[in-house]
């Protein structure tokens, strides 16, 4: 292997092996931090300086007004994670960091379709959005706009029935995640 | 009163007596403040300047270093001192003037996102909001500098609110619900040490610099020879174990001794204190220490098997832990004499590889040389700083420090210009030691303008200027590996660092002779005030033994 300082060359190969271990799954981070300015680009920056590329972000506040919760979802396979959370930890605002296990664990995402509807599609759409217990919030002639809750399997199972008939957009808020159980998470 | 005189109260009641600073437009405030407030302020010449000699303020006497810096370019200029105090874990508070808010965000003159620029390089921030925030805001900075593992915490002040008129208590508890570092060490995990130690065959204690900070010099000695554990300290943690003691290996890592790095190699038990197995001291990772298993005190849960996987995992600060595993340790009763066959093996290698170079046929000085005349001149006692390259780790190797803070030089980020300065705040702190500095001709022209600070301020350091003409470690490195190709690091002749030295009314020297340099040494220390002694030294000298770049321990060259 080249080695760093040498003038033995790289090959990209060698890059690739030498990167740290990957755990292989999706890792939900539960984050309890306080409720201050800065403290969620801390907790990016942490990411950021290691090329980890983070998947879903949501940022709300709890019960304490003191406190909100941060709820990230990263990938294992991609990046080796075990560095990044001991080093939030550290982070003076972090309170709590819960790396939860997803069969302990109740997750729900919201998403928002715009969908086109022309008079033909409409019913069978309307059925899909019935199936999935979700609800029309906006109409036009030749749309809807369509709310549903669950999983991010659910939602990613709703938009390949609805692409379709013409998918002009969807937004997703990204998983909160609770754990299962008496104890907080 | 004032915001900025309460500003004033908040240091006095952490303990501060001196900081280093230069005043600007967005600090201003804080300097009318300054101007009775009874607290020594140092003018230094450029605000990175007063960022290491915080550092070697806070190093030499383990108490939080401060500095102080305007907006902008000012605040810019402490990047590096603040990185460097991250990376070495000094605890040193900066304050740094901001804009005022209604310019916040709208590229105000002498505006830069202090905050963020500095963000992934501190231990902690905070960005004033609102004026009564301001004393907390300082006391909260201080107790996350100075407790858990000590680092550096930049403290933003906008110009408005520092001249916002606020009611002033005093703040007497500081609570910090995210922040409670582990400082006792597990005691199931301690007894658990005790007995891998006491049935180890092939033992080393490899400390580090969390040996100085906790104050737990004496400890490690003490547990030491509880029984007969060789030790080996990383370059941060010299001077945590006396370099004259019997168990001494001598440095480990790149350009430690053969003896501490074939111990490792070679060891069945590796007890890391207050250590991070740096890049350095590991050398090519999968071959390092392959026989070993691992025990690592540390007070920072993130250092534990961040390198290494840890068999034997200890969060807690170094001294608890060595008073506590000192306990278990007597208790189990160990027979020293297991030990017999790794101490020959250990004195063999002593014997066969003291740290040694070729002394020049004639009246040349080699580099080495310089450092063990300075050692002889200072009877081993001064506190000795040093810049970054060769010469660093000359000094590393042949001055035998004894005692914890008497090493003072920037380890993890290895900031050239660090050395002067350092040393300006080390000697603030510690007045009555002889304070001397190790540079290159390279590193010494990085933040030479503290020279007239020295000279104003009557900071009388010892300046010896390791002058070989090059950038001499970028040199070795392409001698070595780069096939002589010598790119860029000839620094020549220039400038002449005598008539520089007088220039700025300190005492400018020169050495070319071995025959007479120790008594040129004492010569120089026993000149009042600031001086500086360009020592010429062989110019291709290269620095030996050493781990060549991937290679493993048992490898080691020259």
């Known amino acids: 292997m080249g080695e760093p300082g040498t003038k033995t060359p790289l090959s990209l190969e060698e890059l ?12 939900v981070l539960s984050i309890l931090v306080e409720n201050r300015p800065g403290v969620l680009t801390r907790i990016a920056g942490l990411f950021a300086r290691r090329g980890f590329n983070i998947e879903t972000l949501t940022v709300g506040p709890t019960d304490n007004e003191q406190f909100s919760r941060i709820t990230l979802t990263v990938d294992g396979a991609l990046h080796p994670i075990d560095q990044v959370t001991k080093q939030l930890h550290k982070l003076v605002n972090v309170l709590k960091i819960r790396d939860l296990e997803p ?25 899909y959005t019935e199936i999935f217990r979700g609800r029309v919030v906006d109409t036009t ?18 938009e390949r029935l609805v692409r379709v008939h013409g998918l002009i957009e969807m937004m997703r808020t990204g998983e909160i995640a609770m754990s299962r159980g008496r104890a907080e998470t | 009163m004032r915001a900025v005189d309460a500003v004033m109260e908040c240091l006095k009641a952490e303990g501060v007596d001196v900081v280093f600073g230069l005043p600007g437009g967005a600090n201003l405030p804080t300097y009318d403040a300054f101007y009775d407030a009874g607290i020594r302020h140092v003018l230094v010449r450029h605000e990175a300047g007063g960022g290491h000699a ?34 070495d874990s000094v605890p040193v508070v900066f304050i740094t003037g901001q804009v005022r808010t209604e310019l916040l965000g709208t590229d105000g003159f002498q505006e830069a996102d202090t905050m963020g620029i500095t963000l ?10 609102h004026p009564l925030e301001i004393p907390r805001a300082i006391h909260e900075a201080f107790h996350i500098a100075r407790t858990g593992r000590p680092g550096p915490v930049v403290i933003d002040v906008p110009q408005d609110l520092s001249r916002a008129e606020i009611p002033y208590e005093p703040v007497l508890d500081v609570s910090l619900p995210g922040y409670q570092p582990t400082t006792e060490g597990n005691q199931k995990q301690i007894r658990q040490a005790a007995n891998a130690l006491a049935s180890a065959r092939r033992p080393v204690i490899y400390a580090g610099g969390g040996v100085i900070n906790s104050g737990a010099a004496a400890e490690l000695v003490e547990f030491a020879t509880a029984d007969r554990f060789p030790v080996t300290c990383t370059l941060m943690g010299l001077g945590g174990f006396p370099g004259t003691h019997p168990q001494w290996l001598g440095m480990l890592g790149m350009h430690g001794t053969r003896a501490a790095n074939y111990a490792m190699d070679e060891a069945d038990l590796i007890c890391a204190i207050g250590a991070r197995f740096d890049d350095r001291i590991t050398g090519k990772l999968a071959e390092f220490a392959p026989q070993a298993k691992f025990i690592h005190i540390d007070i920072d849960p993130a250092e534990i098997s961040k390198n290494v996987p840890a068999h034997i995992p200890i969060v807690g600060d170094a001294r608890n832990v060595l008073r506590k ?13 297991r030990l017999g066959d790794w101490w020959t093996k250990i004195e063999a290698w002593k014997a066969e590889h003291p740290l040694r170079y070729e002394d020049s046929a ?16 200072t009877d081993g006692q001064a506190i000795v700083v040093s810049d970054v390259g060769q010469h660093q780790m000359w000094t590393a190797q042949y001055y035998h420090f004894t005692r914890p803070r008497q090493w003072i030089n920037s380890g993890g980020l290895g900031t050239m210009g660090f050395g002067l300065p350092a040393a300006m705040g080390a000697k603030v702190g510690a007045p009555d030691q002889t304070v001397c500095v190790i540079a290159g001709d390279g590193s010494i022209q990085m933040n030479i303008q503290e020279l007239a600070t020295c000279v104003q301020e009557q900071i009388p350091v010892k300046v010896f200027i390791m002058n070989n003409g090059y950038l001499g470690m970028v040199r070795q490195w392409q001698e070595l590996f780069w096939d002589h190709r010598y790119s860029q690091v000839d620094m020549g002749d220039y400038p002449d660092f005598v008539k520089l030295a007088q220039a700025y009314g300190a005492t400018g020297l020169r050495f070319t002779d071995k025959g007479s ?13 600031a001086v500086v002694a360009d020592v010429r030294v062989t110019r291709e000298e290269n620095t030996y033994p050493m781990i060549a770049p991937g290679a493993a321990a048992r490898d080691m060259v020259g």
């Open chain 1, 141 to 158: 002639k030749r749309s809807l706009t369509i709310e549903v809750t669950g999983s991010a399997e659910k939602i990613e199972a709703f």
């Open chain 2, 54 to 87: 915080a550092e070697g303020y806070a190093k030499a006497t383990g108490k939080v270093g401060v500095a102080l810096a305007t907006s902008g370019p000012g605040a810019t200029n402490l990047v590096t001192p603040i990185a460097d105090a991250m990376m």
């Open chain 2, 325 to 337: 595993l000192l306990v278990e340790y007597r208790a189990l009763d160990a027979d020293p004499a």
């Open chain 2, 362 to 377: 004639d009246s040349e000085i080699k580099p080495q040389y310089l450092i063990q005349a300075l050692y002889e001149a």
């Open chain 2, 517 to 529: 340099l120790v008594e040129d040494i004492r010569n120089a220390i026993a000149t009042p005030g």
């Open chain 2, 120 to 129: 992934p390089i501190v231990k902690h921030s905070f960005m004033i909001q």
């Open chain 1, 103 to 127: 069969a302990g664990t109740v997750t729900r995402e919201l998403a928002l379709f715009k969908v086109s509807a022309e008079a033909q599609a409409r019913s069978e759409i309307l059925e």
């Open chain 1, 16 to 27: 690739d092996a030498a990167v740290g271990l990957r755990t292989g799954r999706k890792h």
